[in-house]
């Protein structure tokens, strides 16, 4: 979902501490949730869920109109669509915060992301929201939490498919369960684009794994990692002159030499799937205080240096560098 306009309201909002109240008007090509479906079934009226059915069919996947099975083609045009989007959250080290049913919409867009953040150093059980205390949330657990989602989305449709509800039950089952191996092909096909790999081979699974174990030993900014590989020459500095980066980098180089195009096809492939840059959290701190303080600006150079974020540019040197040790931010809100 897109951010139309932030308009204050002059009025103090009371969360953990008082802040400026604002309305934020937020676009998306709907607001239908998992949420909106389960509320829906809290009617129990079944011509109320088929009338959402044939509705959300209408307004996102209108060539579902021809199917035999118009909800069960529903419900799994929407587990696609989920994986499609949860593995661009794990592409850029995204890390949504809230993933409530009513936090999933089933456009496949992101919405009510308040206390999402980006992770800097690689570490899969990364949680930053402040309410997820148990890291139900976390970077590695949101495949998992979608799915689950999904589950909750499929057991309203029930009536819709089947007068036997145990038959219905059998059918989106199979359907739901299915995400798992969906999203694991689809987060390989990204992993490979994100190192330069063309097709598929078997050992491509090994190296990619081997990287993320190696970056969360070595506490290696995620983000800026892929992003020197993107260049013709290995990375420099004392982190990448580790024993186990070499190691890694050498089997990375022999296969890439398998690839059946040219290096540069590689790089160009690397760069649009690898950002320059992320809104880090600590530039995002600073510019909420600044804004707090009636400063717009750092926000609006901000906002100029995530406009194009595949694009190297010199000015993005303040932006793309991980945090220091008093710049971490351990924790987002749902106002952040």
Same mark, same amino acid.
């Given at each position: ?12 909002? !009371? &969360? +953990? ?18 949420? $909106?479906?389960? !509320? ?15 509705? #959300?069919?209408?307004?996102?996947? =209108? %060539?579902?109109? +021809? ?11 929407? /587990? ?5 989007? /949860?593995?661009? %959250? ?8 809230? @993933?409530? #049913?009513?936090? @999933? $919409? ?8 308040? =206390? ?7 570490? =899969? ?33 029930? =009536? *819709? ?29 990204? @992993? ?22 190696? @970056? ?8 800026? $990692? ?5 260049? +013709? ?9 580790? &024993? ?11 296969? *890439? ?45 901000? *906002? ?8 190297? &540019? ?13 710049? &971490?931010?351990?924790? #987002?809100?749902?106002?952040?």
């Amino acid at each position: 979902t897109r951010s139309l306009a932030v308009v204050t309201n002059g009025e103090k909002v !009371y &969360r +953990e501490t008082g802040l400026p109240g604002a309305i934020l008007t937020r676009i998306a090509s709907s607001h239908i949730r998992v949420g $909106t479906f389960e !509320y829906a079934a809290l009617q129990q009226d079944k011509g109320i869920i088929q009338t959402l059915v044939d509705y #959300t069919i209408d307004r996102h996947y =209108p %060539w579902i109109k +021809e199917e035999q099975n118009k909800t069960l083609s529903l419900l799994k045009a929407i /587990i696609e669509k989920q994986a499609d989007l /949860i593995t661009h %959250w794990m592409r850029v080290g995204f890390i949504h915060g809230v @993933m409530n #049913t009513d936090n @999933m $919409t089933l456009s496949g867009e992101t919405i009510d992301y308040g =206390p999402c953040a980006f992770m800097d150093a690689y570490d =899969p059980r990364t949680v930053f929201s402040s309410i997820d205390h148990m890291g139900r949330y976390a970077y590695a657990n949101q495949p998992d939490i979608a799915q689950w989602n999904l589950a909750r989305l499929a057991e309203t449709m029930l =009536p *819709l498919l089947d007068d036997e509800i145990e038959k219905a039950a059998d059918t989106t089952e199979e359907a739901v369960n299915g995400f798992g191996a969906l999203y694991k092909d689809k987060w390989l096909s990204m @992993m490979r684009a994100k190192l330069g790999l063309f097709g598929a081979r078997a050992e491509d699974e090994s190296l990619i794994t081997d990287l993320l174990d190696w @970056m969360q030993r070595a506490g290696a900014d995620y983000t800026n $990692t892929f992003r020197h590989l993107t260049e +013709e020459k290995p990375p420099q500095g004392k982190l990448y002159n580790d &024993r186990g980066f070499k190691e890694w980098y050498t089997r990375w180089q022999a296969q *890439l030499a398998k690839n059946t195009k040219p290096l540069k096809s590689s790089l160009s492939l690397m760069r649009a799937n690898n950002p320059a840059v992320i809104p880090r959290n600590q530039k995002v701190e600073q510019v909420l205080g600044a804004a707090t303080n009636g400063d717009l600006k750092p926000l609006k150079d901000l *906002l100029t240096a995530l406009q194009e974020p595949y694009k190297n &540019r010199s000015d993005l040197k303040p932006y793309q560098s991980p945090p220091k040790q008093d710049e &971490r931010v351990y924790q #987002t809100f749902c106002g952040t």
